[in-house]
């Protein structure tokens, strides 16, 4: 009798933490279907979120939000549902990876697979950003900050006044480059040097001729020559 009665009552405590595993596992699922209302409530008509219940994936879907695809609460688990049930070493979060509505239309979707404390996948949270929506945005913006490539290799003007000081830095730090003095420069890295101040509109500026003349121990005169 007593054999007898320890075998009850061990299989009392077994369908006891059966039910208590249940019970978690419904109240992990609650919790996620209240992330997935939510998210689907902050992206309107431009993110369908799909909580899925893996433990009846024949009628997995549990709640949708923002319902793009046309599917419905009571539908069926996907393929990356039912690879996580299959496989518990199945990658928990696949994100940002391409997908499309059944009628075309193009989507980002990223799945976020749920487990339960023994490590068993119980849940999947699935985002589908309707992509189609934001193409018109995305081109828009694109050809509102393209520029004419004609000018792409050399800017026509620069939206800053170059001063004096600036200058003379600039120059200064061209010369040490070469391991001297703007003075010490000799007369074909003068010239080089000039001519890439050219290139960088830094003729534009008024007085920089005689700024660079002055800096480099030459005339103002020799200075446009070697712009030639």
């Known amino acids: 009798m007593d ?4 075998r009850a009552e061990a299989h009392e405590r077994k369908g006891a933490a059966t039910v208590a595993s249940i019970d978690a596992d419904e ?9 997935a209302v939510a998210l689907g409530r902050m992206f309107p008509g431009l993110c369908e979120v799909v909580l899925h219940d893996l433990r009846d994936p024949q009628h ?5 939000e923002n319902n793009l695809s046309g599917r419905q609460v009571g539908d069926s688990a996907t393929e990356l549902g039912l690879a996580r049930i299959a496989d518990p070493e199945y990658p928990s979060v696949i ?3 391409p997908n499309r509505f059944p009628d075309g239309r193009p989507v980002k979707s990223t799945s ?3 487990k339960n404390a023994e490590g068993e ?4 949270l699935c985002l589908n950003l309707d992509v189609s929506v934001l193409s018109p945005v995305t081109l828009a913006l694109s050809n509102l900050v393209s520029t004419d490539n004609g000018h792409r290799e ?3 003007e620069t939206l800053r006044d170059r001063n004096a000081r600036e200058l003379r830095q600039e120059v200064e730090a061209r010369a040490a480059e070469r391991a001297a003095t703007p003075r010490s420069l000799r007369r074909e890295d003068k010239k ?10 830094y003729f534009d500026s008024r007085d920089a001729a005689q700024t660079i003349a002055d800096l480099l121990g030459v005339s103002r005169a020799t200075v446009y020559n070697y712009t030639k």
């Open 154 to 156: 050399q800017p026509l």
């Open 95 to 97: 994100q940002n990876y």
């Open 192 to 201: 080089e040097l000039v001519r890439q101040l050219q290139r960088d509109g």
């Open 60 to 64: 997995a879907i549990r709640a949708i």
């Open 27 to 35: 109240h992990l699922i609650r919790e996620a279907e209240k992330i």
């Open 112 to 114: 976020i697979g749920i």
């Open 3 to 6: 054999h007898l009665a320890a």
């Open 121 to 124: 996948y119980i849940a999947a």
